[in-house]
């Protein structure tokens, strides 16, 4: 049964659990559910656009290709040239291309400067695990036409991003925090258009000197050294899913509290990290994280008018057999219908590609969508059929006696081919959720 089940996971096939599932299946199943998950997609990443037909007497056949979106489904792109060979790194690079149009790049203080005044900005500094210098994934982006956000600016984490050689003088540390905002802005800010501003506030650390209202001063700083232009953000842990207290959410009060102060907060991130079996166990047995949960959380930051990011994800395999990887597939592909159906999210960032790329200590839970050796989980083939299957529209057709072809379809950039006899009209379209976006980009 073990070596069918991974033939079936080989091809991309994917299978029904037996008991355990019943309830996660019977919870998504809700006809009430899906109706809003169906529904929603079809209002709030669709739309409708038309074009002229060149006159003919004849028929006209009509191809109508969608090449990109317009919605940003992304990853971190921290192992970008960091895999063991430069095959390897090929392989990365192509399979996050193959469904990611969004990069985080990042910006983690420690590792970007570790010895105060080095900065590791371009492709020759000191190579870190996990931390390719900015430069690097930006000329990934650019070579794959992927949209760069920047990952992050101020994160009081001892372990992750405060720097060893942090002075304990909090107005001294304000100082620097200013510097950095500033340098970074000044560097990147015309080329990275999204920023997360402050990572994790809630979570205080006793033993990490952080000057008062850090967060407020640091969105005051962002908006100070960024282009006017710039989407900046705010992030946050998962329990901004699980810990609904409506407006008295700590993370509603505290943006509430910023937005009052006339910070510039154009976006909310919100993570996704099963980071605990119990977690897992309670979700797969359709206890938490339930759709009815997702929504309410998502309806209630909805209120603040910003665009919603599911800023992080790792769902795990849990256990890390044929069986766990269904699941995690299951999981994927109920979370991110749900996630792209609601108005107000802009985008889904998964976190990890590749199994075994995780910070220390977060390895054991095989968060990611391909294996270590860079052969594809199911969770990796669901994600490919949404994106680029589902998600997207194409019609070949063939017309008589019309000027104008109209069609609906996803947000994001088209291809369109007209052949009339030997005659052949091509032009790009882009489909906008912004309808002032909308129209032809380019005639041939």
Request: charged fraction near 20%.
């Amino acid at each position: 049964m073990k070596k069918f089940v991974s033939l079936l996971i080989s091809l991309g096939v994917f299978l029904v659990l037996p008991a355990q599932q019943t309830r996660l299946d019977s919870v998504w199943a809700d006809a009430e559910i899906e109706k809003r998950i169906a529904d929603g997609i079809e209002k709030n990443r669709k739309g409708e656009i038309g074009f002229s037909i060149p006159a003919y007497k004849g028929s006209s056949e009509i191809i109508v290709r969608q090449i990109s979106h317009e919605f940003q489904f992304g990853a971190n792109a921290f192992m970008v040239k960091g895999m063991e060979s430069e095959a390897r790194n090929k392989q990365y690079e192509d399979s996050f291309a193959r469904i990611f149009n969004l990069a985080a790049v990042p910006f983690y203080w420690q590792t970007l400067e570790p010895t105060r005044g080095v900065l590791r900005y371009t492709a020759n500094s000191e190579k870190v695990y996990r931390r390719p210098p900015p430069d690097v994934v930006l000329e990934f982006c650019r070579k794959y036409n992927i949209t760069p956000k920047g990952h992050t600016l101020v994160w009081n984490n001892p372990t992750h991003s405060v720097p060893t050689w942090m002075p304990k003088d909090t107005m001294e540390i304000q100082q620097l925090i200013t510097n950095r905002i500033r340098d970074i802005g000044e560097k990147y800010g015309k080329e990275i258009a999204t920023w997360d501003v402050v990572n994790e506030a809630l979570h205080y650390f006793p033993n990490v000197a952080m000057p008062t209202d850090f967060v407020y001063k640091s969105f005051q700083d962002a908006m100070k050294f960024f282009p006017a232009s710039t989407k900046l953000m705010i992030n946050e842990v998962t329990s901004v899913w699980q810990n609904n207290q409506q407006e008295y959410s700590p993370y509603y009060m505290l943006i509430e509290n910023l937005l009052l102060r006339k910070c510039k907060i154009d976006a909310i991130g919100m993570q996704f990290h099963f980071f605990s079996e119990q977690l897992h166990q309670n979700v797969t047995a359709g206890t938490a994280m339930t759709p009815g949960q997702l929504f309410a959380a998502l309806d209630l930051y909805a209120r603040f008018n910003k665009p919603l990011h599911i800023s992080e994800i790792t769902i795990p395999t849990l256990p890390f057999n044929p069986q766990g990887q269904l699941i995690q597939a299951k999981l994927t592909r109920n979370f991110y219908r749900l996630w792209f159906s609601h108005p107000s999210v802009e985008a889904i960032i998964w976190w990890n590609l590749v199994d075994g790329t995780a910070v220390k200590g977060e390895d054991k839970w095989n968060g990611g969508l391909l294996n270590n050796n860079f052969s594809v989980k199911p969770s990796y083939n669901e994600l490919t059929r949404l994106i680029n299957e589902e998600w997207k529209t194409n019609i070949s057709t063939t017309v008589s006696g019309k000027d104008k072809f109209s069609f609906r379809g996803f947000f994001g950039n088209y291809e369109v081919t007209i052949k009339q006899g030997k005659k052949v009209t091509k032009m790009n379209l882009r489909l906008s959720g912004d309808v002032s976006k909308s129209g032809l980009i380019q005639k041939s």
